[in-house]
């Protein structure tokens, strides 16, 4: 085979691997919504600290902390993966403004409070996202450094 068609053969196979928007690790209970891929880590820690394990979960597709974006997302995870988790909604200062981690930073525009919701009941400090505790599918502020687990995911769309 000459050098050209080697070259051809692996461009071919890496675009094939870039586009096929599978988990590469199994070790991981990985739940597909949309097109979406979903996993809870297990080990409680503090949001930043989760943020930074979601990195590590699936690096070929660029993992980070999930985001539920819409009411198929929300109601599909928090049925599959339940307890006190973490996700990727984080406040700007105590400003009320809530975005979504991510490789975009977005505003976040459809949301799931629980009643009440975000509280800051802890006081100031609480500006990262969670569910896990209140009924209904919904969530919850609470303090970053408060250890819970953490949902990971990524999007190939
Ligand atoms: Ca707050
Ligand atoms: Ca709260």
New binding site residues.
């Given amino acids: 085979m000459g050098f050209l068609s080697q070259l051809l053969l692996i461009s071919l196979i890496g675009v094939t691997l870039s586009q096929s928007c599978i988990p590469s690790n199994w070790n991981y209970a990985w739940v597909k919504v949309g097109k979406a891929w979903f996993t809870q880590l297990k080990v409680s820690r503090t949001w930043l600290q989760q943020v930074e394990m979601c990195k590590k979960v699936e690096p070929a597709h660029m993992s980070t902390i999930g985001t539920l974006r819409n009411k198929e997302e929300n109601s599909k995870i928090q049925t599959t993966f339940t307890g006190p988790t973490w996700i990727g909604g984080f406040e700007v200062g105590s400003t009320g403004q809530w975005f979504w981690w991510g490789a975009n930073i977005n505003k976040i525009t459809t949301t799931f409070w629980a009643s009440g919701?975000?509280?800051?009941?802890?006081g100031p400090n609480?500006g990262c996202m969670m569910y896990g505790y209140r009924p209904g599918r919904s969530w919850?502020?609470?303090m970053c450094s408060a250890l819970y687990m953490g949902l990971c995911e990524f999007r190939c769309d």
């Fill in positions: 919701e975000p509280s800051d009941s802890s609480e919850d502020d609470d």
